[in-house]
Nanobody
């Protein structure tokens, strides 16, 4: 069972940047896809970004051009670089490890608050 621990959240002003990290308890080399999702108060958990085992990336329309996902297999870590942050980006950000038919795992999340 993969354990995921997110970090890097915090309070930032609009237009600012943050980099989130997701550290896995074991190798992520063979994991089908690693992703980031977010959940704002009173709203469902939404897809943000994904990077596959092969390195392909996918983004939600709302973050395209502002967020960048990357993975470092040597460090068993996935990152989410967030630039030009907006108040509507405020949410708890969760990391997900998708192992296809073997199931998926979630981290506990890290809070991101964008406010002046």
């Amino acid at each position: 069972q993969v354990q995921l621990v997110e970090s890097g959240g915090g309070l930032v002003q609009p237009g600012g940047s943050l980099r989130l990290s997701c550290a896995a308890s074991e190798s992520i080399f063979s994991i089908t896809a690693m992703g980031w999702y977010r959940q704002a108060p009173g709203k469902p958990r939404d897809f943000v970004a994904q990077v596959t085992r092969g390195g392909s990336t996918k983004y939600a329309d709302s973050v395209k051009g502002r967020f960048t996902i990357s993975r470092d297999n040597a460090k068993n870590t996935v990152y989410l670089q967030m630039n030009s942050l907006k108040p509507e980006d405020t949410a708890i950000y969760h990391c997900r490890a998708d192992q296809g038919v073997a199931g998926s795992y979630w981290g506990q999340g890290t809070q991101v608050t964008v406010s002046s």
